[in-house]
């Protein structure tokens, strides 16, 4: 049964209320905020997009490492959803792909109002070398954290969970990752009710 309270939110308004390229330029710490991680190019906005039933909420690009700033959403004023820029690879200097790792780094431990990070994995890649420095840095600040498979819809039937076996044993190894784990497919909603409903539990 789809949690009512979950749908509510998500059904509701989601507006822009902020951008940010300065670790000194973030918005008020007002209201719980979930974090969302990853690769470059390994779904963000997509997943952003169909966790609130829309297509632009955060802009997708086909272009890795496009997300430069932390973008903030105000979630029918109960929770933010940040999306982070994203990490492994950018089309652009390493100086510049450098900034903008570091700001998010410096948001996700540092940041008192941040309730829960989304550390998403590409389901076709599995976990990477630098999805662990994110787990890790997350386990020293002690910021909980869950696993969000994307792209599920991309293996064949029972790979997803099978990778998520995998994927959940990884999890076990570090302090600050939570048991759940979510596998989702923006394409196709799968998992999307689930996540909702995990993520509106941390709303005010």
Known sequence: MRDEKAR????GPCDFIWGSSRIDNLPPQTLPEVAFVGRSNVGKSSLINALTGRKTVARVSQTPGRTRELN????????ILVDLPGYGYAKASKTDAM???TLAFSYMSGRATLA???????SRRGVMPSDLAVMELLDRSAVSYE???????????????????????EGRKH????????????????GID?????????AR
């Open 8 to 11: 509510l939110l998500f059904a």
């Open 72 to 79: 903030f959403f105000n979630l029918g004023g109960e929770l």
């Open 99 to 101: 900034e903008w790792q």
């Open 116 to 122: 829960r990070v989304c550390v998403l994995i590409d």
């Open 147 to 169: 696993l969000v498979l994307t792209k599920a819809d991309e293996l064949k039937p029972g790979a997803a969970e099978r990778l998520a076996e995998d994927i959940r044993a």
């Open 175 to 190: 302090t600050a990752a939570l048991a759940e784990m979510a596998i989702t497919s923006a394409q196709t909603g799968a």
């Open 194 to 202: 689930a996540l909702q409903s995990q993520l509106a539990a941390l």
